[in-house]
């Protein structure tokens, strides 16, 4: 476990977000000390870059205070989102890429950053929205079948695969879509996302959702017979990369077929226990290593 360096920091840069302005009233009552400064205002402020530096320095447990507290607020029958819910969810991921830094060691600040920047909160149920921040699986239905994963867990997978910006990825289970989202953050502009998923609603949930990700295409379908359609997302870098959100009894063979040389697939492996495995093809020749214990949800294939 290695300490945080100083360049491995999770950064807040301040971003200007296209999200403009904060009516101070909004948090009154929640945070235990009124904050002095640009949140406090009696008219809308322009508060971005203010508002980020005061989130940062406000205790992690009164951010947490105060999403919980906009949380409940938005479960109140015709409730909508409330102006400040992006922000302070945002907030609370401070306190997330944190522990993950301390908890995993040193990671790529790109990948941290897009923990930060993508908003969890859409992707979780209305109900869960207080819990976002966790680093916490969540569940997507009453199924059983479908969670969102714990952040941790895409990073752990990400970097496996060495996921970089102008890469393409296959994601295999999209669930909701955060880590599609994840990845397209990670693998920018220049890079692509294909993820499929079984259950037609999440990928209905997650197509909605990902509505304005130019480089994210969502598929019905059922991921161990997907082979075929990997070859959609070539990118520019040509580095083939595949994720798989769903526990299998072993790689499919179709998938290690499909996979070209210099490509890497991750995935969780095994009947009862579930091992993070990660397959390589090197010059031909398939490489399997293995990355921990891991829990996943399993494979909804009849196949
Ligand atoms: C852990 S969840 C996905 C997490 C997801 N990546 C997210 O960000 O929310 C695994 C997903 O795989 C889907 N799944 C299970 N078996 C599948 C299969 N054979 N083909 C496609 N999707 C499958 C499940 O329906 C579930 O949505």
Redesign the pocket.
């Known amino acids: 476990m290695g300490g945080r360096s100083s360049s491995n920091a999770p950064v807040d840069k301040g971003r200007t977000a296209p999200y403009v302005h904060l009516d101070a009233a909004a948090h009154e009552g929640v945070c235990a000390r009124r904050p002095e400064g640009p949140l406090v205002a009696s008219s809308p402020v322009l508060f971005t870059v203010a508002f980020r530096r005061e989130m940062a320095r406000l205790p992690a447990a009164q951010r947490q205070e105060w999403l919980t507290a906009l949380a409940l607020k938005m479960r109140e029958p015709g409730a909508g989102e409330p102006l400040e819910l992006a922000e302070v969810a945002r907030g609370c991921r401070l306190s997330l890429v944190e522990a993950i830094a301390k908890q995993l060691g040193p990671f790529d600040t790109h990948q941290l950053n897009a923990v930060l920047e993508v908003p969890r909160e859409r992707?979780v149920r209305r109900e869960d929205v207080g819990r976002s921040a966790d680093d916490t699986?969540l569940p997507?239905d009453g199924t059983g079948?479908?969670?969102?994963?714990a952040p941790h867990a895409?990073l752990l997978s990400y970097r496996l695969l060495r996921l970089a910006p102008g890469d393409s990825l296959v994601?295999?289970?999209?669930?909701?879509?955060?880590?599609?989202a994840l990845a397209a953050a990670i693998v920018g502009p220049k890079g692509r996302v294909l993820t499929?998923?079984?259950?037609a609603a999440?990928a209905r949930w997650a197509r909605d959702t990902l509505r304005d990700e130019p480089n994210v295409t969502v598929l019905d379908?059922?991921?161990?017979s997907s082979a075929a359609q990997w070859g959609e997302v070539r990118d520019v870098r040509d580095a083939q990369k595949v994720v798989v959100?769903?526990a299998v009894d072993a790689v499919p063979r179709p998938w290690l077929e499909a996979l070209r040389d210099g490509g890497r697939l991750v995935a969780p492996v095994g009947k009862t226990e579930q091992r993070l495995v990660l397959v390589e093809r090197r010059r031909g020749v398939l490489v399997e290593t293995d990355h921990g214990a891991v829990r996943?949800?399993?494979?909804?294939?009849t196949r």
Not at 145 to 149: G, H, M, P, W, Y
Not at 221 to 224: I, L, Q, R, S
């Open positions: 992707f699986p997507l079948l479908a969670t969102i994963s895409y994601e295999l289970g999209t669930g909701s879509g955060y880590g599609a499929i998923e079984i259950d999440l379908g059922d991921a161990v959100t769903f996943y949800v399993k494979n909804r294939s």
